[in-house]
Nanobody, 119 residues
Framework: QLQAYGGGLVQPGGSLRLSCAAS????????LTWHRQAPGKQRELDAS???????NYADSVKGRFTISRDNSKNTVYLQMNSLKPEDTAVYYC???????????????WGQGTQVTVSS
């Protein structure tokens, strides 16, 4: 199970920090990812982080967003700075989880949190 929170209404140029915590039977989480889906658009990847800390960002958020994780809490964060109106979307977290050693991984999605950037 994934629980995402931290969305809200913010003015252009402002900041928000999203969090997403995974719970349940977890052996490891190789990859944690944040996606967004704006009205009328397809879901797209914003940023991902591996269990060893390797990060990847969409060009549209490089230099503004920072993804991080706390492996002890099975939690991923997305620090969003210099927000723009075009960042308005529902943000979803995605966790690739291995429930037990030697078992295949499975993708789990959080319920989404709304981020609105507007003056």
């Amino acid at each position: 199970q994934l629980q995402a929170y931290g969305g809200g209404l913010v003015q252009p140029g402002g900041s928000l920090r999203l969090s997403c915590a995974a719970s349940g039977i977890i052996f490891s989480i190789p990859v944690l990812t944040w996606h967004r889906q704006a009205p009328g658009k397809q879901r797209e990847l914003d940023a991902s982080v591996t269990s060893t800390g390797i990060t990847n960002y969409a060009d549209s958020v490089k230099g503004r967003f920072t993804i991080s994780r706390d492996n002890s809490k099975n939690t991923v964060y997305l620090q969003m700075n210099s927000l723009k109106p075009e960042d308005t979307a529902v943000y979803y977290c995605d966790a690739t989880i291995r429930a037990r050693a030697g078992r295949p991984t499975r993708d789990y999605w959080g319920q989404g949190t709304q981020v609105t950037v507007s003056s």
